[in-house]
């Protein structure tokens, strides 16, 4: 069984579109995570959860948004899709608020043109 | 939130050991430093993590000198299945604060 998985693992788009991305962890982790990581592959924290409630949410447009139904899922929700926002997207669980020993996903990557 | 800096890449050769260091000279009190592994197209996957002095698993090793302001990881006999970008996470674990920042990264590359 995967312990945390995306779908979709590709996503192609046109600019404009919203699209969402989703997450499931089986690890009984409490706490989970978005990052985006770039062309230059830098990993930037864009949201987290504890026990559904959001506790980190980075500077990011509000264009994006989080929902978790359970602490099990946790979906990416992306409006008006722009260039920009092509990259890969993990998802993440940990059983801390910390990212520390955090499980990742396959990642999402997202293409918009 | 402590900053990290790794070298960005380091070469290596099959059966060497591999050192990498990290920077994080404002590291708190309640930080944890972690290092994860990322081949192409996978997600990160967790190495190893400590607080102080050394600490081992089947895996690597991670030095952490009393200062905190660095640590390093020591990757045994590297093979070429090692080639991967390895990040140095600096954060707080498992508290009700904090969040954790990934540094940029080192690319290794291991020959044969």
């Known amino acids: 069984d995967t312990a945390v998985s995306q779908t979709p693992k590709y996503l192609v788009t046109q600019m404009g579109n919203d699209k969402s991305i989703k997450c499931e962890q089986n690890l009984g982790h409490d706490t989970m995570y978005w990052y985006k990581q770039d062309s230059k592959k830098f990993l930037k924290i864009m949201f987290s959860y504890n026990n559904k409630e959001l506790i980190i949410n980075e500077t990011v447009p509000n264009r994006f948004s989080p929902k978790s139904p359970d602490k099990a899922h946790l979906n990416l929700h992306i409006n008006s899709l722009e260039l920009g926002d092509s990259a890969v997207y993990f998802c993440?669980?940990?059983?801390?608020?910390?990212?520390?020993?955090?499980?990742f996903g396959q990642g999402t990557r997202l293409t918009v043109v | 939130l402590a900053k990290t800096t790794q070298p960005i890449s380091m070469d290596s050769y099959e059966g060497q050991e591999v050192n990498i260091t990290c920077s994080h000279n404002?590291?708190?009190?309640?930080?944890?430093i972690t290092w994860y592994q990322q081949f192409p197209s996978q997600g990160p996957r967790f190495i190893i993590q400590g607080y102080k002095t050394k600490v081992t698993n089947e895996v690597a090793s991670l030095f952490i000198p009393a200062d905190r302001k660095s640590s390093t990881l020591s990757l045994p006999r590297v093979s070429l299945s090692d080639t991967a970008v390895y990040y140095c996470l600096v954060g707080v674990y498992n508290t009700n604060a904090g969040k954790s920042t990934f540094g940029d990264g080192t690319t290794l590359t291991v020959k044969p």
């Open positions: 993440a669980s940990s059983p801390g608020r910390g990212a520390a020993e955090a499980f």
């Open positions: 404002n590291i708190a009190t309640n930080d944890y």
